[in-house]
């Protein structure tokens, strides 16, 4: 896509570029008569419209990359572990279409000539990640896969937590449980390390 179609911001509410509201509209309405309700009673009457702009916000990183997210980068003597921890989310459930959220953990160690990021950066990647149908596995990967792709680092971990309310609401019910997913890459494979940023991470 087109970089002069996409917002610039990955973070910006109500981002609609390449989502068909109308469809989601016409869609949303369909599923309040199958439901049972009046989709023209007076509450009702602009709530698929309303559907479509949240899902449009919702599923705004569909249409976002993170080369755009990661592509600054700046030069900076740090051989170091850079960890960003607590980064709240949300994101929906692909198999019901209902929130998962939590937190995700991300770090790097930068790559031998020093490319590293802004730290507001690597929560804008997790949001390019989080805004699309997902499960938390591949939301996991496909924030240490960005991270080694575009600032080639020493190594990455990004540890998400997330309560799914598909387990929460509905299904089995089980309000509160947390789903912790991992993903290491490079040096973050040394035992030390991780237990380094594992600890950092878990603030111990
Ligand atoms: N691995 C994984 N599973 C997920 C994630 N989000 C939801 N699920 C699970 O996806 C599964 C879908 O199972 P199905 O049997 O096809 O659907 P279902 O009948 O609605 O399952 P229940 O939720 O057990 O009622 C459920 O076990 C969910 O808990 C996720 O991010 N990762
Ligand atoms: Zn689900």
Do not use: N
């Amino acid at each position: 896509m087109d970089r002069a179609e996409r917002p610039d911001d990955p973070g910006m509410p109500g981002a609609t570029a390449g989502v068909d509201e109308p469809r989601i509209s016409a869609a949303v309405r369909e599923i309040l008569l199958a439901i049972g309700e009046d989709p023209d009673r007076s509450g009702l009457r602009d709530t698929p419209d309303r559907v479509a702009r949240a899902y449009a916000e919702m599923f705004s990183g569909l249409h976002q990359d993170a080369a755009d997210v990661l592509g600054t980068t700046f030069d900076l003597d740090h051989e170091e572990l850079v960890l960003v921890k607590d980064i709240p989310f949300y994101s929906t459930c692909e198999h019901h279409l209902v929130p998962f959220h939590g937190t995700a953990h991300v770090g790097y160690i930068p790559s031998h000539d020093g490319r590293v990021t802004g730290l507001s950066k690597l929560a804008r990647l997790v949001e390019v990640y989080a805004r699309r149908p997902q499960v938390q596995e591949r939301l996991t990967t496909q924030i240490v896969e960005a991270l080694v792709t575009h600032l080639a680092p020493r190594g990455a971990i990004v540890v998400v937590e997330c309560e799914h309310l598909c387990m929460s609401m509905r299904g089995v019910r089980k309000p509160g449980t947390k789903t912790v997913t991992s993903a290491v890459r490079g040096q973050l494979h040394d035992p030390a390390t991780r237990a380094e940023a594992m600890s950092l991470i878990l603030g111990r």
